[in-house]
């Protein structure tokens, strides 16, 4: 008696699934971001008005955690249900924007590491904007805040920045009881104050108070203290860099190698 094997190509159990958890992950985090952004929103009354969105001068951070969210939903959606339905357009659609991606951040860098005068220029320009719509925005200021915490620093270039506000400029005009002064974030703390003062930053720029202004306040500007803080960290953004781009890689590895085990599929059954 003969036995014949009967040798068919037939899509890898282990790539499909390996694909589908993979994918999961960024699906329910996608949606866990965009349900964080909208319930922000919320907090703030902006889906009540969206006129709001556009009246706010700076830069709402909101739009940044809907763009993360709703980029890695879709993602880990086409990922998930291309593994499981073995659909190929999902799958190229998966592979073809992660790849789009992946060479964004490397030209991003590339360019970063050219054209570091224009950038620091950027940047610097960009942190001012933010300084105008500071009172604008909670998360703005927040986020704002933790950056001058962070890094022990005060406005883009130095504390005058905050005349670029209306709530701390010097003009003789203002009205606010915030004039001339600067936000708590840029105060120096002490450890031993259980308790944040959010007023030690008043009229610290006003004439009479510019001697003791380097006692209370930092007097150096966050682009300088990104300056600094980059080459001290290198490795460690080298790192996440590699990190993340190894993700990218293995997704894009197991999206092609499964289209092309559909395709074997396809061509044998035709």
Same mark, same amino acid.
């Given at each position: 008696? $003969?036995?014949?094997?009967?040798?068919?190509?037939? +899509?890898?159990?282990? $790539?499909? $699934?390996?694909?589908?958890? %993979?994918?999961?992950?960024?699906?329910?985090?996608?949606?866990?971001?965009?349900?964080?952004?909208?319930? /922000?929103?919320?907090?703030?009354?902006?889906?009540?008005?969206? #006129?709001? @969105?556009?009246?706010?001068?700076?830069?709402?951070? @909101?739009? &940044?955690?809907?763009?993360?969210? /709703?980029?890695?939903?879709?993602?880990?959606?086409?990922?998930? +249900?291309?593994?499981?339905?073995?659909?190929?357009?999902?799958?190229?659609?998966?592979?073809?924007?992660?790849?789009?991606?992946?060479?964004?951040?490397?030209?991003?860098?590339?360019?970063?590491?050219?054209?570091?005068?224009?950038?620091?220029?950027?940047?610097?320009?960009?942190?001012?904007?933010? +300084? *105008?719509? =500071?009172?604008?925005?909670?998360? &703005?200021?927040?986020?704002? !805040?933790?950056?001058?915490?962070?890094?022990?620093?005060?406005?883009?270039? !130095?504390?005058?920045?905050?005349?670029?506000?209306? $709530?701390?400029?010097?003009? +003789?005009?203002?009205?606010?009881?915030?004039?001339?002064?600067?936000?708590?974030?840029?105060?120096?703390?002490?450890?031993?104050?259980?308790?944040?003062? #959010?007023?030690?930053? %008043?009229?610290?720029?006003?004439?009479?108070? @510019?001697?003791?202004?380097?006692?209370?306040?930092?007097?150096?500007?966050?682009?300088?203290?990104?300056?600094?803080? &980059?080459?001290?960290?290198? =490795?460690?953004?080298?790192?996440?860099?590699?990190?993340?781009?190894?993700?990218?890689?293995?997704?894009?590895?197991?999206?092609? #190698?499964?289209?092309?085990?559909?395709? *074997?599929?396809?061509?044998? %059954?035709?």
């Amino acid at each position: 008696m $003969y036995y014949y094997r009967y040798e068919n190509a037939e +899509v890898s159990c282990c $790539y499909k $699934y390996l694909m589908f958890s %993979y994918n999961i992950i960024f699906w329910l985090a996608g949606a866990a971001f965009i349900a964080i952004g909208f319930w /922000a929103w919320s907090e703030k009354g902006v889906l009540l008005d969206l #006129t709001q @969105v556009t009246r706010l001068h700076g830069f709402d951070p @909101v739009w &940044l955690v809907l763009l993360v969210g /709703a980029v890695t939903f879709i993602l880990g959606f086409a990922g998930c +249900v291309g593994a499981l339905r073995e659909n190929i357009c999902l799958l190229r659609f998966f592979s073809g924007v992660i790849g789009f991606i992946f060479f964004l951040e490397l030209t991003a860098a590339v360019l970063a590491l050219v054209f570091q005068e224009p950038l620091k220029g950027w940047i610097s320009d960009f942190f001012i904007a933010n +300084v *105008k719509g =500071y009172r604008d925005d909670i998360d &703005l200021q927040n986020l704002i !805040d933790s950056l001058q915490r962070l890094n022990n620093c005060c406005g883009a270039k !130095d504390p005058d920045d905050w005349n670029q506000n209306v $709530y701390f400029n010097c003009s +003789v005009t203002n009205p606010s009881r915030e004039r001339c002064g600067v936000p708590f974030s840029c105060c120096i703390s002490d450890p031993a104050d259980t308790v944040v003062n #959010t007023q030690c930053g %008043y009229d610290i720029r006003a004439p009479e108070s @510019v001697s003791k202004l380097p006692s209370v306040i930092f007097k150096r500007g966050c682009v300088n203290a990104l300056e600094e803080w &980059l080459p001290r960290n290198i =490795y460690i953004v080298a790192g996440v860099f590699i990190v993340i781009s190894l993700l990218q890689m293995v997704g894009i590895f197991l999206a092609r #190698t499964l289209i092309s085990d559909i395709e *074997k599929v396809n061509n044998n %059954y035709y």
